[in-house]
């Protein structure tokens, strides 16, 4: 199984630089996707329809409009703004956000880079999303904006120590951080992926992850940071038009990076869940993709039916029920690791 | 004509780190000074890379980025007006700046020119995590658990200290 973008775009500089625009080619469509998705969703979770004009059928057509609209917008930057910051604010986000993507193992001969040490960079990418979302707060010179930044720091900053603690309990049940390794010991039959394995601590390892990756998205219940009753947008109320359409871009493509590593770690990734049948390098892209959209949709199906934590609240799940969730339970997989093998 | 990508590619990175760290030095906003800090980590994370040591690559982006840059942005946004504050820039205690300043440069100067740098072609690429952990779980079992216990102190006292009036009334 050799790795196809290697052996069509070579190891040169300028294949390896063609060859890291290949996401971009799934991210575009699922935004847009995403978009009209959410529209939906949130309708008919409220008893509504939603879009139903644009583009006749249920109104699909309804986030290409929008695309176009923000496409067109006049572009502000307001008077008392950190220009140069507010500038390179949300590019620093988009930059982190996409970074995340080099890792993912799309199918066993499709992944950007085979790091090592992949789930690490994954985590550690995140950290200038962190950054972008700071400066883009402060450069907005708007207390909206500032404390929606704040809030977004010390949420991202607390949460990533429970999901790095559940990553870590499956990193030590395969005995390694690259993500192609993750995929490959689960492969075969649905039973052997990782969540039905160590019965039950990685069922609880999964959901530490699952609710941990809902905040590092900025997703409800832990939408803190936009809070649109409190902050009236967070940290992009001053951003519009296409700066504001990058935010919204990075936000979704998050979300699928958090639910495409949840699908990696925790459902067997590219790996069909009927053993042979189903499976090979393009199989691998549909698996890992069906299983990423259908995280994204619980994501969404969530938002709509939970109300929104309080900072307070959000402070004590992350380090008064998660975390020491997360030791006990990477305590007693390590345990199961040395008394069982 | 011995220039190839790969030196290219570390002197674009060496550029961005000096010209940041720079940056960082004369910022006058300290605002400005805490967001060049994150493009000279990002370079040394890039040299790292380059140098084949990925594990310490993204240690330094996930500790010095993730960690302490949001920290110090975090301590300077919380702080009441520290966007209008300048950094002082004027000459102070020149004597003692010049000893230290001298000393730290002579140094730096004395390992530069004596070191010999060892020069050799790309070497192939091994993975670095494993043999990272297996040492520090062996051979530098003593130390690193001593590192840990330093660092739940300092995270007990900064508990204690941000607590302190509250503990006091009961």
């Known amino acids: 199984m050799h790795n196809f973008i290697t052996y069509y775009l070579g190891t040169g500089i300028f294949g390896s630089l063609l060859s890291s625009l290949l996401p971009l080619l799934w991210i575009l469509p699922y935004v847009l996707l995403c978009v009209w998705l959410e529209l939906k969703v949130s309708a008919h979770m409220q008893d509504r329809l939603g879009p139903m004009r644009t583009g006749r059928w249920h109104g699909w057509a309804q986030p290409i409009a929008d695309m176009l609209k923000l496409l067109q917008k006049e572009d502000v930057i307001p008077t008392a703004a950190d220009k140069f910051l507010f500038v390179l604010a949300p590019i620093l986000v988009f930059v982190g956000g996409y970074a995340a993507y080099a890792a993912i193992p799309f199918s066993p001969a499709f992944i950007g880079a085979n790091l090592n040490v992949g789930i690490f960079y994954i985590i550690a990418v995140s950290a ?15 207390k909206w904006s500032l404390l929606g930044a704040m809030r977004t720091a010390a949420q991202l900053v607390s949460y990533e120590i429970p999901a790095s603690l559940a990553i870590l309990a499956v990193v030590m049940v395969v005995g390694s951080l690259s993500l192609q390794d993750i995929c490959d010991a689960q492969s075969g039959w649905l039973w052997n992926w990782m969540i039905f394995s160590k019965f039950p601590f990685m069922f609880i390892t999964f959901f530490i992850y699952f609710v941990a990756s809902l905040a590092e998205a900025n997703r409800t219940p832990f939408d803190i940071p936009e809070a649109e009753s409190e902050l009236v947008a967070g940290y992009h109320t ?15 493509s998050n979300m699928f990076v958090v639910s495409a590593i949840a699908s990696i770690l925790f459902f067997g990734g590219w790996n069909s869940p009927f053993g042979t049948f189903m499976s090979g390098p393009i199989w691998g892209v549909f698996w890992l993709l069906s299983k990423g959209m259908f995280f994204v949709f619980v994501q969404m199906w969530l938002r709509w039916t939970l109300p929104r934590f309080r900072v307070d609240q959000l402070m004590y799940l992350s380090w008064k029920v998660l975390t020491p969730f997360a030791l006990v339970n990477i305590f007693a997989v390590g345990l199961w690791m040395v008394l069982r093998g | ?18 010209i940041s760290a720079i940056g960082v030095v004369f910022a006058r906003n300290i605002i400005y000074a805490a967001f060049s800090l994150l493009f000279a980590f990002f370079g040394v994370a890039a040299i790292y890379v380059l ?60 390992v530069l020119t004596t070191t010999k740098w060892p020069v050799t072609n790309s070497l192939p690429y091994e993975e670095t995590a494993k043999p990272i952990g297996a040492l520090l779980m ?19 006292g900064a508990v204690m200290i941000a607590r302190r009036d509250r503990v006091r009334k009961g």
């Open chain 1, 238 to 252: 001053e951003y519009s038009g296409m700066r504001f359409a990058i935010f919204y871009l990075t936000e979704y």
């Open chain 1, 128 to 142: 200038i999303v962190v950054i972008g979302i700071l400066m883009a707060g402060w450069a907005s010179n708007n």
């Open chain 2, 51 to 110: 140098l084949a040591a990925d594990f310490i690559a993204i240690t330094q982006i996930l500790l010095y980025v993730g960690g302490i840059l949001v920290l110090i942005i975090f301590g300077v946004m919380l702080t009441s007006r520290a966007y209008d504050v300048e950094a002082k820039h004027g000459l102070l205690q020149i004597v003692p700046a010049v000893f230290v300043v001298g000393a730290i440069a002579g140094t730096l100067i004395g």
């Open chain 2, 138 to 156: 062996t051979q530098f079992v003593l130390p690193f658990e001593l590192a840990s216990v330093l660092l739940l102190v300092a995270l007990i």
């Open chain 2, 1 to 18: 004509m011995n220039m190839n990508w790969y030196d290219l590619t570390f002197y674009v990175f060496a550029a961005l780190t000096i």
